[in-house]
């Protein structure tokens, strides 16, 4: 029994121009730290293409096709301000998404204890209709919604503690009484949505927001007191982690002030959570996190409190 990496290359050729700041140097620096010799337990899988009917477990038909249409043959086309595309986007994207979907497989066959995704682009920004912030498809929903569909599991519970609130994902978990969401993150902040007031149709919403110079103690404190006892009180059957990296004070695109120590923290709690709840099981997929080296160093503590779970 292991952890999993799920990895593809074409993450690497998503190209959205120079200067974006979700560029393929975050996979390629990431990678290159967990190559070293720590990290040679991981079970490496490639991230396989995902079916395209499966985004629609997410998605309109009307957003899937429009993705797919907007892909250049050559250059790039911006979907947004933010978000931008080039011709093998579509490939990473459904690899991404068939990367979290292999990943809840593994787990939920017991071939491994539980999985990292390393892709791009990340998930949590697209909603049911629209892509947005740097997000094509709802990475997470999807994986939770493969669990569910493909393995009968009924209640899946997301933890993102990305620096910005995942509005896609409860945007696709809001009126689900048995997918619930709950997220840390900086506010206010792009996207603007995240208010304690957003609980979702039943109380599966559980939104925590932190104001600007937050750090260690405040985003623990809101871990330990809130949303801890939320994941619990829910009684998921899997939970899948929006590891987001960018409220790393490090990070160029926020102002919270966590440490790298900090990601090693909640990620071991979060598998003692797994632990506790759903014998483990416990599926983590790439968000943010746009300083490259607090990105990698950040990453490699969340990998290494995977594997000490199956120590
Ligand atoms: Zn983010």
Redesign the pocket.
Known sequence: MTTALLYHPVSLLHDTGIHHPESPLRIKETLSVLSEADFDALDRREAPVIDKAKLLWAHTKDHVDGVFQAIPDTGYVAIDGDTVICKDSGEAALRAAGGICAAVDAVMNNEVDNAFCLSRPPGHHAERDRAMGFCLFCNPAIGAYQARNEHGLQKVAVIDF???HGNGTQDVFWSDPDMFYGSTHGSPLFPGTGSEGEVGVAGNILNCPLPSGAGSYEFRKVMEDKIFPGVQDFRPELIIVSA?F?AHREDPLASLNLEDEDFGWVSRRIVELSQKLCQGRLVSIL??GYNTHALSRSVALHVRALMNATD
């Open positions: 990305d620096v910005h987001g960018d968000e943010g």
